[in-house]
């Protein structure tokens, strides 16, 4: 993966120092002193701090030497918002941090004043699944009396030797901003393209080669479960710096320019050594088919070379040759991209780089190009004509390429053929010889991944119910298991997973017995097939017997069950069909009295149907929730909660059973 | 109450030392690769593990030029077990430092590739005065079968000794492990196994100037829920150097040192007038005794207590210029103290008051469970006050903010302690509230509409440990936040979403011993259809204990901090014409140690459910697992129970 920017390590790291700015008293600066009094923007009584005042002076001096100044200052509203009296500011072997100051202007006596010399460096320690060597540094300030009342403010300066001629103004974040001031200086001769993104454009003044952009009272965005990412819908400005002549391979200005960049970089990165043909020689030559010899390269690189990501400079968007990552059996989710393209080449498939996110809502043909909006990478493998196999759905027919499969070398829970959902509908970033084109992946059909789980069950004169459950799971909904499989470090704990599952929905009960099927064939469906024993499940009432026919699953979600109305879409990560089917045996001297009522319930972005039905003396439940599109826009999130509370209310219906002839 | 963390304890050598460096780590010193060891797939005695520790070497040596030397040998036996390979070695610069790296994979078929890379230098953290650093490196072709091995020396700093650990039980089984220590001769130095040793392995010996400890299949540690601290379930061995206290016999050692924190006690308590005429200003002559100590521990909790505030920068510490506060007449003067201070204020009022009162140095059990016999004084990392009243003993933290008089915070709660005295002081266990004391009461006035949804007010009364606990929590936070707060708490509470709103403004700031919270709520679709029936079940406030033990399998005792009591009540008015077809049949499950009642009654048109959790203990042995496991599912089975209503016209629907 790309390197995420973290800073949440940050102010753990300050408490757990205890390190304290020494003592060197001195006024804030007439640019802070000038917010005291002045009137806040519209904010609620949640707001941690407001954002007084920004600006952000970016000096363009050469294509290789960028100064950037930046000047903050909050109004701290409550003791949550004490977190902005630390200053953060990322840099790395290309660029540094200079000039850090930080004042506080406290509601009631002197200012306090701290300088860079009492600040601390920062950089995060091994992380499972994130960089295990990276030269991303924090630069980190602590502003004394971060309380609430206290205006707090800092400037800096950042120096770097810019790999991309490209500038990012995220003016709207959290909380509400004030005013925010955002400035370029270019050197003669060059020129600049800016877009607005999410939020309305701002007309510019220009003077000379500066130009100033300015907002005023933006709103804060707070946070929802399941929104889309931050940049598809935060306010902010993109900036291409374009020297005389052109972008001279740092900057871009369409999505083919940023092609040719990253095809650049990964020039003759894929290049075969001797004993990259030998392996792909050994590892394909008993297989009889194209198709089989791109199966076991896939298998290969999935599986046998370890994700190890040593990002140093460029190297958070260059691979490392195919030769080194072969040798040392590692790399990260570039390499991993390089090395498969490189022995597919060997078997004279050819290969084309992904760059994609993570979470799908980013980049889109009408955004502009930046690398900001990537964090990951795969590849699109062009398919021999003759290739043709129903395994091989994520297929996206290029006008350029032709037909081409979708594959993630990294994942290594997704078999050559399919994509997992968070990448399905989302744009990529295809590199081409003749530079990059954006295209939307394909998504698969909802059958392709979920639950369809099945239960023969028996009930007792006591309410005791036990039986066999087959899970059987497609898709994501198999990874995610296998992967929570994986970490289990003890065989008795492999249970565990099946006794979450269950507990949710049984509050007694045992398993008997439980296996798993496919645990590591990826090209199979992961089953769970296990026996339960669940004691009260039926519950006695008078001579009646009331069983919920929903015995296992929960498709509901409270997720919209709030106060504040809804702001943003809310996003499936993928598509998904799941089926619950559960028989029970009625037990003898019963019969049924009364059934919950069928359900349909159907939307253009999910759909739920269930029924309860008799058939001699089994009580047969079926249900089937579909979601059919991944984005449910603000206009149709009431639909999706009433779906929400439609699909609560049958999963907690019941049957009510009675003595036979009562 | 003082919670003093002890990070390390640092004793500085003040003679010189000589120049000398340790020698460089020789190059091709590994150990043999056993055929055993290469085909190895699994291991016994750990099944299902990622990967084996096959062998682990750590030689230390804190002579003046110290040094650690490490060795590591693992054995990777899944795909999750490939993670190993990559290393990061923490270490403070100025402690020492990390050199002579070599790290080397050997593959199932026994051939070798070393580590010809770089080991990265890493600096975590650095301040002024502070860098944090780690060296990091990451094996070549780690697969399945491999074995992964590397080792490195530690050079420590000069003219320094630090105390250390041999940590035998770690995040994966060990097969064999082999750890020395040369001990720094100038120090007094103390060695001891808190919680004792791997079966089968022999206690650490000294012999030639070296202590040695060899070990074998030593399990990997595993984490779970309500579980005690992770210092009392990890073997290990602590070295623990001392320059004024070399004592070996555990009685002498406690009383010596009992005898040094009492001199610092009377020290800092010893001005008798000073407080005597502060307690006069404090309690009425006429008072009852309980009436002249509640007195005088509700003025000492009014005295500004320097340990709760929040950590203040250099520049804010030196602007407020605080006084040092040398004894209890000094912080009477300037209205100021630490908790420790505060502490001992109370103890010199009540000694001025007349009571009989000891400093009791205690060891709270949050992090570990006290040993007298590891003789350590970090252990005692906190205080409280016991006096006699009415011949009965009570013990009082009064600098622990919003602890009502009596009431001690659950760390501090049935531990022991030394009461100080001037010939070396006594053991004392502290008190542990019984379960009656840390309620949580819920009383629910709720009306049902006819489309199953609940609606009414709900009031929750914490009280004891349980009010407690949420002030502390709480006790940085504005109003909006505790709102949310205890909003959050109501929806812990029930087990469907909810509507809710906060309705009152609880008392956060006093020491009172209840926090009440009021609220408006609704319950969606509360009731579920049953075709010409309606149902409803019993446990409205039954979520918490919905996934508590879902477990079979269980390792480490159960812990609980404290015991508790759930009392519920919620009366619901059935729709007009709505009428109870059937009750759930009590539960009564009454284990002594554990107790669950749950009773629904009709009582013309309105519902009233009782419920009632009482959990009595605070550790439980494994064994018993399965009847705890067992009793909570019958307290989530009562709860999953329903009331039959037969509408009055139409069923109701979801």
């Known amino acids: ?662 | 109450m003082n919670f003093r963390r002890v990070f390390l304890m640092v004793v500085v050598l003040m003679a010189g030392a000589a120049a000398q460096r340790t020698p460089p780590v020789s190059g091709d010193d590994w150990l043999p690769i056993s055929p055993e060891e290469l085909k190895m797939n699994s291991v016994p005695e750990a099944p299902g593990a990622p990967a084996v520790y096959l062998y682990r070497q750590v030689d230390r040596d804190d002579s003046r030029n110290g040094h650690e030397y490490n060795y590591v040998r693992i054995k990777i036996l899944t795909e999750e077990g490939r993670k190993y390979g990559d290393v990061e070695i923490p270490f403070f610069k100025g402690e020492g430092n990390v050199f002579g790296i070599k790290a080397r994979t050997i593959r199932p078929d026994g051939s070798i590739a070393n580590f010809e890379g770089k080991a990265f230098d890493k600096t975590i953290v650095k301040a002024k005065g502070l860098k944090y650093q780690a060296k990091t490196f990451t094996l070549p072709d780690v697969q399945v079968g491999s074995i992964i091995e590397y080792r490195y020396m530690m050079d420590l700093a000069e003219n320094w000794v630090f105390n250390s650990h041999w940590i035998l039980s770690e995040e994966l089984f060990t097969k064999r492990a082999k750890f020395t220590l040369k001990p720094n001769t100038e120090f007094g130095l103390r060695w001891s196994w808190p919680i004792g040793l791997p079966p089968g392995t022999n206690a650490p010996e000294k012999e030639g100037g070296l202590i040695r400890l060899e070990t074998q299949n030593v399990p990997a540690f595993q984490v779970e829920d309500y579980m005690p601290p992770e210092n009392e379930l990890k073997y290990r061995v602590d070295f623990v150097y001392s320059d004024n206290n070399d004592e070996q016999d555990t009685v002498k050692f406690w009383k010596k040192e009992g005898k040094r924190y009492n001199d610092r006690v009377e020290a800092f308590t010893g001005r008798r007038k000073a407080m005597e005429q502060a307690v006069a200003g404090i309690v009425a002559p006429n008072d009852t005794p309980d009436a002249k100590l509640q007195k005088i521990y509700d003025r000492v909790q009014k005295v500004r207590n320097t340990s709760w505030e929040a950590s203040k920068t250099e520049q804010e510490a030196k602007r407020e210029k605080q006084k040092d506060v040398n004894n209890v007449e000094d912080l009477w003067k300037q209205g100021y103290g630490d908790s420790r201070q505060l502490n001992w204020l109370f103890l010199a009022l009540a000694r001025a008051a007349g009571f009989e009162a000891y400093s009791v140095y205690i060891s709270s059990r949050n992090e570990y469970f006290f040993k007298p016999q590891v003789m350590s004084v970090s252990q005692l990392n906190g205080d409280v006050v016991l006096v006699k009243l009415n011949g009965k003993d009570v013990y009082c933290d009064p600098a622990m903010k919003f602890a009502p008089f009596g009431l001690l915070p659950w760390p501090e709660t049935g531990v022991q302690g030394l009461k100080l005295d001037k010939d070396g002081g006594s053991w004392v266990t502290t008190t542990l509230p019984q379960s009656s004391v840390s309620q949580i009461q819920r009383k629910a006035d709720m009306k049902l509409t006819e489309t199953g949804s609940l609606e009414g007010k709900v009031s929750v009364t914490f009280s004891g440990l349980e009010a407690l606990q949420r002030r502390i929590e709480e006790r940085n936070e504005d109003d909006a936040n505790r709102k949310k707060f205890l909003e959050d708490q109501l929806r812990e509470y029930i087990p469907v979403g909810i509507d809710v709103e906060l309705t009152n403004k609880p008392d956060w700031g006093s020491s009172a011993s209840t926090l009440v919270a009021e609220y408006d709520l609704k319950v969606q679709g509360w009731a579920s259809g049953a075709g010409k029936r309606a149902l409803v079940p019993m446990g409205l406030f039954g979520a918490t204990e919905k996934h508590v033990f879902e477990h079979a399998n269980r390792v480490h005792p159960i812990y609980f901090e404290y015991p508790f009591e759930k009392i519920d009540e919620v009366t619901i008015d059935l729709p007009l014409a709505w009428k109870v077809s059937s009750l759930p049949a009590a539960q009564n499950q009454d284990a002594k140690a554990v107790l669950y009642v749950m009773k629904a009654e009709d009582d013309k048109g309105t519902l009233h459910v009782t419920r009632r959790l009482r959990v009595d203990l605070v550790m439980v042995d494994p064994k018993s697992y399965p009847v705890l496991r067992s009793f909570f599912q019958v307290v989530r089975s009562g709860d999953d129970q329903q009331v039959v209503l037969q509408p009055g016209t139409a069923a109701v629907s979801n």
Request: charged letters at 25%; hydrophobic letters at 35%; proline letters at 7%.
């Open chain 1, 1 to 662: 993966m790309r390197r995420p920017l973290i800073y949440l390590t940050t102010l753990l790291t300050l408490c757990a120092i205890g390190q304290a700015p020494s003592a060197f008293a001195g006024d804030a600066p007439g640019w802070m002193h000038a917010l005291v009094g002045v009137t806040l923007p519209a904010h609620d009584e949640k707001t941690d701090a407001v954002l007084l005042y920004s600006e952000r002076i970016v000096t363009v001096q050469s294509a290789d030497k960028i100064k950037t100044t930046v000047r903050e200052a909050y109004k701290i509203l409550r003791p949550g918002g004490r977190e902005y009296g630390i200053v953060a500011a990322s840099f790395n072997s290309h660029s540094k941090i200079t000039g850090m100051r930080g004042w506080c202007i406290p509601a009631q006596g002197k200012d306090y004043e701290v300088k860079d010399k009492d600040a601390v460096e920062i950089s995060l320690p091994k992380i499972e699944g994130s960089e295990l060597v990276s030269d991303v540094k924090d630069k980190l300030l602590r502003i004394p009396a971060s309380d609430p009342g206290n205006i707090v403010g800092f400037e800096y300066e950042e120096e770097s030797q810019p790999f991309v001629l490209q500038d990012i103004w995220g003016f709207q974040g959290t909380n509400p901003v004030r005013e925010s001031h955002y400035t370029v200086q270019l050197p003669a001769g060059w020129e600049y393209k800016a877009t607005w993104m999410n939020y309305p454009e701002a007309k510019p003044t220009q003077t000379g080669n500066q130009v100033q952009w300015v907002v005023s009272d933006v709103k804060g965005i707070r946070p929802e479960g399941e929104m889309p990412p931050w940049p598809g819908i935060a306010g902010l400005l993109v900036v291409s710096f374009v020297p005389p002549g052109g972008g001279a391979n740092k900057g871009f200005q369409n999505w083919r320019d940023m092609g040719n960049w990253e095809a650049g970089l990964e020039q003759g990165r894929r290049d075969a050594s001797p004993e990259i043909k030998q392996k792909v020689a050994a590892l394909t030559v008993s297989s009889a088919t194209q198709l089989a010899k791109m199966q076991a390269l896939a298998k290969f690189v999935q599986g046998d070379i370890r994700y190890v990501a040593i990002e140093l400079g460029i190297g958070g968007w260059q691979p490392h040759p195919a030769p080194e990552i072969f040798t040392h059996r590692y790399g990260d989710c570039k390499d991993k991209a390089t090395l498969m393209s490189s022995m597919l080449h060997e078997i004279g498939v050819e290969s084309y780089f992904i760059s994609i996110n993570t979470v799908r809502g980013g980049a889109a043909p009408d955004r502009p190009p930046m690398i900001g909006w990537f964090n990951h990478e795969i590849l699109a493998v062009r398919l021999p004509d003759d290739v043709k196999d129903k395994s091989l759905v994520a297929v996206v027919d290029h006008p350029k390429l032709g037909r081409l499969l979708i594959f993630d070398p990294t994942d290594e829970y997704t078999p050559f053929g399919q994509l997992r959902g968070e990448l399905q509908a989302n744009y990529g970033l295809f590199v081409m010889p003749d530079g990059g084109d954006l295209v939307r992946l394909p998504q698969l059909p909802p059958a392709m991944s979920g639950v369809q789980r099945t239960g023969k069950l028996t009930l007792s004169p006591k309410g005791t119910l036990s039986g066999e459950i087959v899970e059987t799971r497609l898709g994501d909904s198999g990874l995610w298991q296998r992967a929570m499989l994986k970490t289990v470090t003890k065989e008795s704990d492999k249970i565990k997973p099946i006794e979450n599952l269950v507990s949710n929905s049984l509050s007694t009960f045992q398993i008997i017995k439980a296996t798993v099927s496919n645990l590591n064939q990826t090209d199979q469906p992961f089953e769970y097939h296990y026996s339960l024993v669940a004691e009260n499940y039926a519950k006695m009432a008078g001579s009646l017997l009331l069983v919920r026919p929903r015995v296992l699953g929960t498709k509901s979600s409270d997720i919209l069950e709030t106060k504040e109305p809804r702001q943003f879409a809310v996003e499936f990560p993928g598509p998904a069909r799941d089926t619950d089917t559960f028989e029970i045996a009625i037990p003898s001297g019963y019969e049924v009295d009364d059934l919950p009522p069928p359900i349909n319930a159907e939307y253009s972005f999910a759909s739920y149907h269930s029924q309860t039905e008799v058939s001699g003396n089994t009580l047969k439940y079926t249900r089937t929730f579909e979601v059919k599109e991944l984005s449910v826009p603000v206009s149709k999130v009431d639909d999706l909660k009433k779906l929400y509370r439609i699909i609560a209310g049958d999963e907690r219906n019941t049957a009510v059973l009675k003595p036979v002839g009562q």
